[in-house]
């Protein structure tokens, strides 16, 4: 079941779902979603020289991005054919018993603004702020200001709690993450080389 406007504000209203800060629930909370806004942090992805970016190899990974702040009240212009990640400014923590969905804003994708390239689901357990996957499908330059409302989050209440939710417990890497957050692959169990971030996931390269 998702949830509508009532319950989403009376989940919000109980504690276990957080969404902070909500600082206009009359224009945030839709009638079955709640809009998140663009934050200040972007990871812009470098032209190489590397022959290729292997996603296992977080030094690669973290050679590649470059971070850039924009105030409120200044422009990130994503160009035609641009892939960046970005943030919600909130940060949401979702209980065990749903799942939400990032989707883009119909305005926006009229734009040729897309906000998640693939993926866009957030675990039961999930706590953070949420990396946006901005590509300008479009062939004019985009104005994206951030404060402004980019993506929505629809939350489905499972039949049952997850048993293992998203957490430490099970090494989930991007708990708790602050800004945009670029693959951590290569921390999956299957590529353990020793090479993956060994930094917790704060975005800091072990060097
Ligand atoms: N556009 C998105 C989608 C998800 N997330 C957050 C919430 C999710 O709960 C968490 C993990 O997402 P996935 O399960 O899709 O990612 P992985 O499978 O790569 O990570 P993990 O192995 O940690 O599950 O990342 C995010 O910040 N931005």
Redesign the pocket.
């Known amino acids: 079941m998702i949830l509508s406007d009532t319950d989403i504000l009376a989940r919000l209203e109980e504690g276990d779902l957080a969404i902070d800060p909500l600082d206009d629930v009359d224009t945030q909370v839709q009638p079955a979603s709640v809009d998140l806004r663009l934050g200040s942090e972007f990871l812009e992805f470098r032209r190489t020289n590397i022959p290729c970016i292997h996603p296992t190899d977080a030094r690669e990974v973290d050679e590649y991005v470059e971070e850039t702040h924009v105030p409120e009240g200044d422009d990130f212009i994503l160009h035609p054919g641009d892939f960046v990640l970005g943030t919600t400014k909130e940060t949401v923590a ?1 209980p065990d018993d749903i799942v939400a969905h ?1 989707e883009g804003r119909s305005s926006l994708g009229r734009l040729a603004i897309v906000v ?1 390239a693939t ?5 039961p357990g ?1 706590r ?6 901005l590509s300008n499908l479009g062939n004019a330059p985009v104005a994206l200001s951030p404060g402004m409302r980019i993506s929505q989050l629809t939350f489905t209440e499972l039949k049952t709690p997850a048993d293992r939710p ?1 957490g430490e417990e099970r090494g ?3 708990q708790d ?1 602050s800004g945009p ?1 670029a ?3 290569g921390n ?1 169990p299957e590529f353990a080389t020793g090479d993956a971030d060994e930094s917790g996931g704060d975005g800091e390269p072990d060097r």
């Open positions: 979702i990032v998640h993926a866009g689901l957030c675990d999930y953070g702020q949420i990396t946006l996957e998203y989930s890497k991007y993450q957050q693959s951590r692959i999956d």
